[in-house]
């Protein structure tokens, strides 16, 4: 009886043990924690109406059963603030070029929808990882109203879950 209650908590504990070492991932949250705090603080002084779009750190996710051949694996690390700025676009893109400089992020604005134009676009050199993206863009095109959003793929398989 004794040996069957060792074997027991010999395989409970394999069993978190293997569940806590999935490998990739964003552990301790250290880049959810970056790109919130470097998102939060590239928004200009002037504007107003700040509030937080999204905010969803890396999480392991179970395959979807619905979905033929589908895996488990980390979600997307992903950041988003809303802000309003009367400033002009080339004035509000400058501000928020400065503020992700001075944080190591690199300037490479780009095409992201056809018939669009350039987007601003950043990108940051993450350790152990690819690249954190940051895009800015007025919603919609032309106003005052802004969204600043920044993006991670962690290493390790992608999740794909149910929708």
Same mark, same amino acid.
């Given at each position: 009886m004794a040996a069957a209650a060792v074997v027991g908590l010999l395989a409970i504990g394999l069993g978190i043990s293997m569940s806590g070492s999935r490998s990739g991932g964003d552990p301790h949250d250290h880049v959810?924690?970056?790109?919130?705090?470097?998102?939060?603080? !590239?928004?200009?002084?002037? /504007?107003?109406?700040? +509030?937080?779009?999204?905010?969803?750190p890396a999480r392991w996710?179970?395959?979807?059963?619905l979905i033929p051949r589908a895996t488990s694996g980390w979600s997307p690390v992903s950041v988003s603030v809303d802000f309003v700025d009367r400033d002009a676009p080339a004035?509000?893109? !400058?501000?928020?070029?400065? /503020?992700?400089?001075? +944080?190591?992020w690199a300037r490479h604005d780009e095409v992201v929808t056809v018939g669009q134009g350039r987007t601003a676009h950043w990108t940051l050199a993450v350790s152990g990882?690819?690249?954190?993206?940051?895009?800015?863009?007025?919603?919609?095109?032309?106003s005052d109203h802004w969204t600043l959003s920044a993006g991670w793929r962690p290493p390790g398989p992608v999740g794909e879950p149910c929708p």
């Open positions: 959810y924690d970056l790109l919130r705090r470097t998102v939060r603080g !590239a928004v200009p002084g002037v /504007a107003t109406e700040f +509030h937080w779009g999204y905010r969803a996710e179970t395959a979807c059963p004035t509000i893109t !400058a501000q928020l070029n400065a /503020a992700l400089s001075r +944080h190591g990882g690819r690249p954190a993206s940051a895009f800015a863009y007025a919603v919609p095109a032309g």
